[in-house]
């Protein structure tokens, strides 16, 4: 852990024998054990309205978030999304910042 905090994103724990990553609240350990990612996964929305906020809005959000929202509608309604404020970080291919819309 002395040495650039043992390669770990967040926090680096002393063991007896090495160390071992840890992430602060909120956040989840990468598959790599080093890397910490913000948890905002598998947020449900089933209510007749309402907003979807990016971590941190309205100022900018978690470097490495990776936020998933699901939208359900009854039978025989629709979803319709409006967006009020948007942006996206600027790359080739949406290497860093991606919205989709699946079905």
């Known amino acids: 852990c002395a040495e650039n905090n043992g390669g770990c994103h967040h926090q680096c724990i002393n063991l007896y024998k090495g160390y071992k990553c840890a992430c602060r609240s909120g956040y989840v350990l990468d598959s790599d054990g080093r890397t910490c990612h913000l948890f905002c996964n598998g947020q449900w929305?089933?209510?007749?309205?309402g907003l979807i906020f990016s971590p941190n809005y309205p100022k900018e959000y978690p470097k490495d978030a990776i936020c998933?929202?699901?939208?359900?509608?009854?039978?025989?309604?629709?979803?319709?999304?409006?967006?009020?404020?948007?942006?996206?970080?600027?790359?080739?291919?949406?290497?860093?910042?991606?919205?989709?819309?699946r079905r």
């Open 45 to 49: 929305f089933e209510q007749p309205e």
């Open 68 to 101: 998933t929202w699901e939208i359900q509608a009854p039978s025989g309604y629709f979803i319709k999304l409006q967006t009020l404020k948007f942006g996206l970080e600027v790359s080739p291919s949406c290497a860093f910042d991606l919205v989709a819309l």
